[in-house]
C-alpha cells in the first residue's frame, strides 16, 4: 500500500541532544513537509521541499535541519538549539502541481526529558 | 504566520445534529482545503475547493467558498460519534500549505 510512514512514534530527548525523525513516502511524490503541532494549536510549517537536494525554511525553522538526498525521504533534526522541542511532528507530502492534496503521516511525539 | 482561522475552536452537538464550522484567511488562494485530525493522528483529507468554485459536496459534508468575503464553512450533516475529531482548513500557497488553529468537535450520544 502506498503511504507515508513517521517513526519513531514516541521519542524522548534529554536537553542538549540532537535527534533525527524519519519521515518516508512511497507514494512519488515531489513535495514533502514537516509541521510542528502544539497541544490544542494548528500546524505551523518547519521545513518543505519541492525536489531532491532542495528545501526551504518554514516559519519555525530555528532549531531544527533537513535534508533531502532522496526523493522519497525527508528526515528533521531537532537540534539542542531548538529551546522548547517537546511537541508532535507531522511530515506530509504531495504532488508537486496546483491543487493537489497533502497526505500525512502518524505523526511522532517528541518529549524532552 | 497562519492564513487560516477557524470559528469556532470548540463545537459540541447533539448526534444527529448538523455542524457548521467557519475558516476565514487574509490573502488570495489557489483553493482551499480541509482536513480532520483524530486524537494523536495524521490528518487526513476531506476535500478541496478552488478559487473559481462556490460549493462541492462529498457524502455528508458540504464546503462553501466566498472569494469575496475571504471565508470558507464546512457543514457536516447529520453527525455521528465518529466525526468527533479537529477540522482544519488549510490554503495552498504553492510549494506552501497553511493550516488554521482548527475547530474541535465533540459529537455527544
Known amino acids: 500500500d502506498g503511504g507515508i510512514t513517521q517513526s519513531p512514534k514516541y521519542l524522548f530527548r534529554k536537553e542538549g541532544q540532537n535527534v533525527t525523525l524519519s519521515c518516508e513516502q512511497n507514494l512519488n511524490h515531489d513535495a514533502m513537509y514537516w509541521y510542528r503541532q502544539d497541544p490544542g494549536q494548528g500546524l505551523r510549517l518547519i521545513y518543505y521541499s519541492q525536489i531532491v537536494n532542495d528545501f526551504q525554511k518554514g516559519d519555525i525553522a530555528e532549531g531544527y535541519s533537513v535534508s533531502r538526498e532522496k526523493k522519497e525521504s525527508f528526515p528533521l533534526t531537532v537540534t539542542s538549539a531548538q529551546k522548547n522541542p517537546t511537541a508532535f511532528y507531522l511530515c506530509a507530502s504531495s504532488k508537486w502541481q496546483p491543487n493537489t492534496e497533502a497526505f500525512f503521516g502518524q505523526g511522532t511525539r517528541l518529549t524532552v526529558v | ?109
Open chain 2, 1 to 109: 504566520s497562519q492564513q487560516g482561522e477557524e470559528d469556532p475552536q470548540a463545537l459540541s452537538i447533539q448526534e444527529g445534529e448538523n455542524a457548521t464550522m467557519n475558516c476565514s484567511y487574509k490573502t488570495s488562494i489557489n483553493n482551499l482545503q480541509w482536513y480532520r485530525q483524530n486524537s494523536g493522528r495524521g490528518l487526513v483529507h476531506l476535500i478541496l475547493i478552488r478559487s473559481n468554485e462556490r460549493e462541492k459536496h462529498s457524502g455528508r459534508l458540504r464546503v462553501t467558498l466566498d472569494t469575496s468575503k475571504k471565508s470558507s464553512s464546512l457543514l457536516i450533516t447529520a453527525s455521528r460519534a465518529a466525526d468527533t475529531a479537529s477540522y482544519f482548513c488549510a490554503t495552498d500557497f504553492s510549494p506552501q500549505i497553511i493550516f488554521g488553529k482548527g475547530t474541535r468537535l465533540h459529537i455527544l450520544p
